[in-house]
């Protein structure tokens, strides 16, 4: 059994440590030129996204329910307005001059989907666009015990079920944006070293998955004692396969 790393429990210092794992530069690179333009990133975490917008000259809103995230972001806020409230329930009928809005892994935690886009759609100024990046079966990971993989996907299940999560959000990201009326422009999966890799994980991302499994508490109750470390032997496997998915979306208003 590999050594674990310790976890730092911080919620931000977690989220600026992800964006290394990220390849949102392929995304980046299909909005254009974004200087002077109004943008809004909703699900802002750490506001790195943010961050990166406002350095290259856009006029950033980053909106963020967790309140020590928010706090936590305007110690340095690197040009961006912070808002602490909840995305998924904002009102956008009064707001119709935004260019862009993004938000990476924050639609899987919006009941109804493409409600939700068609409400914020109507904030976009002709020409504007939405960025989605999702992601799919985030616990899909071999190998692990046939038990394991059973209660997982009843944890995954009942999330759906009680509306708190899409954990298929990846797959159904395409057809959420067409059902919401945008029309799709570019799209692609992403590489992630955290979330979707094959091969044995390392120190830093071995800790990441500790951390994100123990703010689970609702997986935990539905897995047998040790799932957290078979969960990260898995992980450390020199064999080890993942199913997971992230993908990105672009889509302007036809």
């Known amino acids: 059994m590999r050594e674990r790393k310790a976890v730092d429990t911080s919620l931000y210092q977690q989220y600026e440590q992800q964006k290394s794992w990220r390849s949102f530069d ?60 909840d995305f998924g329930a904002l009102d956008f009928s009064a707001e119709q001059s935004l260019d862009g809005i993004w938000t990476s892994f924050a639609i899987a935690y919006v009941g109804n989907p493409v409600s939700w886009l068609r409400r914020i759609r109507q904030s976009l100024s002709p020409g504007g666009w939405i960025a989605v990046v999702e992601m799919a079966d985030l616990l899909g990971h071999e190998p ?24 298929d959000a990846a797959h159904l990201l395409d057809d ?51 799932f957290t470390e078979r969960f990260l032997d898995c992980l450390a496997n020199p064999n080890h396969e993942s199913h997971s998915r992230v993908r990105a979306v672009l889509a302007h208003l036809p």
């Open 176 to 226: 959420w944006i067409k059902e919401a009326g945008l029309s799709i422009t570019w799209s692609a999966d992403l590489n992630d070293s955290e979330l979707c890799f094959d091969g044995p994980a390392s120190h830093e991302v071995l800790a990441a998955w500790k951390w994100r499994l123990s703010r689970m508490p609702r997986l935990q109750s539905m897995t047998s004692q040790g």
């Open 26 to 85: 392929r995304v980046y690179k299909q909005l254009g030129d974004i200087k002077g333009k109004r943008i809004l990133d909703l699900g802002a975490g750490s506001g790195f996204v943010s961050r990166h917008f406002s350095k290259n000259g856009a006029n950033v809103t980053a909106v963020d329910a967790d309140a020590d995230l928010v706090q936590n972001a305007k110690l340095d806020p690197g040009g961006v307005n912070w808002v602490c409230a």
């Open 144 to 167: 692990l015990e046939g038990a394991d993989k059973g209660a997982i996907a009843d944890f995954v299940d009942d999330a759906r079920s009680s509306g708190s999560y899409w954990f």
